[in-house]
């Protein structure tokens, strides 16, 4: 197997990529220094990707929504015991999670990493999937369901997601409905599995206080070969347009709070890096505490300390999110109308765009040197088809005409919408 050193050209931090002989791409960051490690083993497969096939498939195979985030924890199961009993014995911390375009199975620890990691590789290539313990679980998601539908935070995203795209699946629940999840049964979970835990749609990333030739002399132990499968996947056509400019919903709340989405147009791989750094650089200056529309806002008490915003972005998706309290968040909107709209005219500010720079790349910098961020960072990295270092070495290039073209072209005015979820006078 042959190490490939990926470098930052700008920092000189590094970290090896392997691609084994099983298909698996492996990611592996040593620390000197450090006495923890942080260990995550993902596919590309998370809720967005309802419909796919393989080269054995003649046509596209569509699933029930959900079933990514059921899959992730039946394979926490298998035939002897609980994996959380495993890593139990030898002191390490283990998760998972699904998001929309992923699932990560993942353990952290300060000892006996090359055990936790043989835990880790086994359990993933181990599925067991029961009538009985899908029909068990079937409970206990719908339960999570309920959870996540009570909770104003979720409601006021997925809202918001709903106004925003017409037929693209992220505007679904991770853990997708009851009734949806009622149609999952052993043989598709095994279709699902067998498509998407295929070794050459995963990636392994390890950081910290590790050897590279230890992981890989438990890879070679561990990793089963597999055959790349030709796995496809497809979204539905979504138009630019917004579904509808504003919805509301009343819950037992302290406060109204909201989401104001500008939605934009999706791209992929170095390109939506690219994007992506350009728009957090946007939404970072026009929620600047400096500003003159933060401070009017601000002392309107209009919004308080929660205003945010953040960028959120992925296969087929893209757009840039506003959140925080506020009992007019219609107020809010019409003021990041008209600040959107000066920027467009005037350009940003030069002092703040310097300011924001030095700072965010302050922080990209300081991410290098923490175990569970440098983890993350490889294996984010590769299934979003850049190298871990891109994001830090492209930073510094951005100019203050970049995020205008980016704020006068992309936050247009036809593509934003209000989410909300008001308090409805009742105790929260």
């Known amino acids: 197997m042959e190490k490939n050193i990926l470098t930052s050209k700008v920092t000189g931090d590094s970290c090896i990529h392997v691609k084994h002989p099983s298909g698996l791409n492996i990611y592996i960051c040593e620390m000197k220094g450090f006495s923890t490690v942080e260990a995550l083993f993902g596919t590309k497969y998370g809720s967005i990707n309802t419909m796919f096939r393989t080269r054995a498939d003649e046509g596209y195979t569509t699933v029930p929504e959900g079933i990514a985030h059921f899959l992730e924890h039946k394979l926490f199961e298998n035939e002897d015991c609980g994996v959380f009993e495993l890593y139990a014995k030898t002191g390490a911390s283990g998760n998972a999670f699904t998001s929309f375009d992923k699932t990560c199975y993942l353990f952290g620890c300060s000892n ?253 910098i300081r991410e290098l040197n923490n175990v569970d961020a440098v983890a993350n960072l490889m294996i984010n990295s590769h299934m979003e088809d850049i190298a871990p270092y891109d994001a830090i070495d492209i930073f510094p290039t951005l100019t203050a005409e970049d995020i205008n073209s980016f704020i006068k072209n992309e936050l247009r005015s036809d593509r934003i919408v209000l989410s909300v979820i008001e308090k409805d006078g009742g105790s929260p």
């Open 112 to 364: 006996n990493y090359t055990d936790n990691l043989r835990i880790l590789l086994d359990f993933v290539q181990k599925p067991y999937f029961t009538k009985e313990n899908v029909d068990k679980e079937m409970g206990i998601i719908g339960q999570e369901i309920q959870m996540t539908n009570d909770n104003p935070e979720w409601r006021v995203f997925f809202n918001m997601l709903k106004c925003m795209y017409h037929a693209h699946p992220v505007r679904i629940d991770i853990a997708g409905t009851k009734e949806s999840i009622a149609r999952i049964d052993a043989p598709l979970l095994y279709k699902c599995y067998n498509a998407f835990y295929d070794l050459n749609n995963m990636v392994l990333s390890i950081a910290g206080n590790v050897s590279a030739d230890e992981v890989l002399a438990v890879c070679d132990e561990m990793l089963k070969p597999s055959e790349d499968k030709g796995l496809e996947t497809v979204f539905p056509d979504e138009p630019d347009t917004v579904v509808q400019s504003e919805i509301r919903e009343k819950q037992h709340i302290g406060t109204t709070i909201f989401h104001i989405g500008y939605k934009c147009k999706p791209c992929s791989g170095k390109e939506r890096l690219i994007k992506s750094l350009k728009a957090t650089f946007a939404a970072a200056i026009l929620t600047d505490a400096s500003t003159d529309m933060y401070i009017r806002l601000l002392e309107s008490e209009l919004i308080n300390s929660t205003f945010g915003a953040e960028v959120f972005c992925g296969g087929g998706y893209f757009s840039v999110i506003f959140s925080g309290e506020s009992d007019a968040p219609e107020k809010v909107r019409e003021a990041l109308l008209s600040e959107v709209e000066r920027i467009s005219r005037e350009g940003v500010d030069e002092k703040i765009f310097r300011r924001l720079k030095r700072s965010t790349y302050g922080l990209l």
